[in-house]
T-cell receptor, first 116, second 116 residues
């Protein structure tokens, strides 16, 4: 079964705090992609990162960082020094396999609110 | 970069009428496109996988006679919601697979459908 679990439905923090969004996935495939997307109130999906299953190296991009651990099937996302503009719904997603027909399976999303 | 154009961005229709949503890849060819539906404060749920020149593959529980998908060319997929009812009101997003972009998938900006 393919599944993505985001246990945190909503998170609210004060600006400048660090916040971590959790993501746990399930798949029997040995090759797969993991993603994080941001969805602001306007609705469009903003791509943040893609990781393939063979690349467990953590990644940092500005205030964003990702921790991929295959041993725990987790792909967590941390925002450092959060800002009000980070307020959005964040989706973790999984795409099993590398073919062009591989679909993306989304987690239920975490609504992040950053208070000034 | 790759762009997927989705139209209309919003539509209001009367109950019982049909609505067509277009998803067009502007600078790349997409043999496969995906259609998602998102109810308020919920995740994106895959409805169907659209395959150029062949029948779409629907996810379990999605009525193929109600949600007609046509993928007649390598750059255009359409979703027609037939005999729409208020419960079909939702946010519909299409996606196309493109190995030329960083995340491998490009999403349309979505269509907000309201059936009155």
């Amino acid at each position: 079964a393919q599944k993505v679990t985001q246990a945190q439905t909503e998170i609210s923090v004060v600006e400048k705090e660090d916040v971590t969004l959790d993501c746990v996935y399930e798949t029997r495939d040995t090759t797969y992609y993991l993603f994080w997307y941001k969805q602001p109130p306007s609705g469009e999906l903003v791509f943040l990162i893609r990781r393939n299953s063979f690349d467990e190296q953590n990644e940092i991009s500005g205030r964003y960082s990702w921790n991929f651990q295959k041993s725990t099937s987790s792909f967590n996302f941390t925002i450092t020094a959060s800002q009000v503009v980070d307020s959005a719904v964040y989706f973790c997603a999984l795409s099993p396999g590398y073919s062009s027909a591989s679909k993306i399976i989304f987690g239920s999303g975490t609504r992040l609110s950053i208070r000034p | 970069g790759a762009v997927v154009s989705q139209h209309p961005s919003w539509v209001i229709c009367k109950s019982g009428t049909s609505v067509k949503i277009e998803c067009r890849s502007l600078d790349f060819q997409a043999t496969t496109m995906f259609w998602y539906r998102q109810f308020p404060k919920q995740s994106l749920m895959l409805m169907a996988t659209s395959n150029e020149g062949s029948k779409a593959t629907y996810e379990q529980g999605v009525e193929k006679d109600k949600f007609l998908i046509n993928h007649a060319s390598l750059t255009l997929s359409t979703l027609t919601v037939t005999s729409a009812h208020p419960e079909d009101s939702s946010f519909y997003i299409c996606s196309a697979r493109d190995n030329g972009v960083q995340d491998g998938y490009t999403f349309g900006s979505g269509t907000r459908l309201t059936v009155v």
